[in-house]
């Protein structure tokens, strides 16, 4: 059975500057869980000319998911479907304020998960530009 993030840790989160979503329905696959994000008003590491938005807020890093199964709390960082890519990661935590942490370091802490999204990003863009290249 899935856990509801406790109001207790989605304040810690938004103290922290960062914007929590609503809560995915229980029949969401992601039950209860919640989509963290950077808004570009708050310091911390980004992605530079990153555009992504929520709720018309616009923000500089991509999101993250933040959910329970029945024994774990798991941190979700993927933008690459349907499989992970390159700077993706899924982190599983024994307790939620593990988790926390874990968020609060992609976005303020160490970088170089930040940096490996980016240059994941930075790849699938050079190889784009070169098949519009081949195109023509």
Known sequence: MTKAVEQIYIKRLEK?????SEPYPVSHVLSQG???????SVSG????DYNFGYDDIPMDAPAVILFSTD??????GQEASPLPGPGDFMNFWDTID???????????GDSSRMQAKEQA????????AQFKKDQN
Do not use: C, H
């Open 45 to 48: 590491n980004n992605i530079k």
């Open 121 to 128: 990003r930075l790849e699938v863009r050079s190889r784009i």
């Open 16 to 20: 922290s500057g960062l914007f929590v």
């Open 98 to 108: 593990e988790a926390i942490d874990d968020i609060l370091d992609f976005y303020f």
């Open 71 to 76: 024994k774990q709390w798991i941190v979700l």
């Open 34 to 40: 919640v989509m963290i994000g950077k808004p570009t």
